[in-house]
């Protein structure tokens, strides 16, 4: 990585690159982003690009003509909002469907100070062996 990053400084040095010439535009964008770029190297858990949410997300292009009739600003922020939960959900291996029906009928009295006990990652490991069932279940 280090010779990585002296070659991109190597790139902003060269006088026959302008500044809008696609390489000089390149080595400065991952400059400026260079602790972010170099994450994966000191966490084991953070894989080195986001193929995995990119096709996680990919329900959300595919379903676009859906979206079209949010009828607002606001309620399309809720469906992002949910197409989100169900990704991070699917991400973790977490059943969406009961996350939701559990975690729904837990918020109103679980403690506000522990709201992030309710995230999909923690919720999984804290309370997916014995989730709260809806009663419209068969």
Not at 23 to 30: D, M, V
Not at 54 to 75: A, D, Q, T, V
Not at 102 to 127: C, Y
């Amino acid at each position: 990585m280090r010779d990585f990053w002296q070659w991109c400084d190597q790139q902003l040095q060269r006088d026959d690159l302008e500044p809008r010439h696609p390489l000089r535009q390149a080595a400065e964008y991952a400059l400026k982003r260079q602790r972010s770029l170099e994450v994966f190297l000191s966490d084991p858990d953070v894989p080195i690009d986001t193929n995995h949410l990119e096709r996680g997300l990919r329900c959300i292009p595919m379903g676009r003509r859906n979206w079209l009739f949010c009828w607002s600003e606001i309620g399309a922020e809720h469906v992002s909002i949910l197409q989100s939960l169900l990704t991070t959900c699917r991400l973790h291996g977490a059943d969406p469907y009961t996350y939701l029906v559990d975690v729904l009928q837990s918020v109103a009295i679980h403690p506000a100070s522990r709201v992030d006990e309710l995230t999909p990652r923690r919720w999984k490991a804290l309370f997916a062996d014995a989730p709260l069932r809806s009663d419209m279940e068969h």
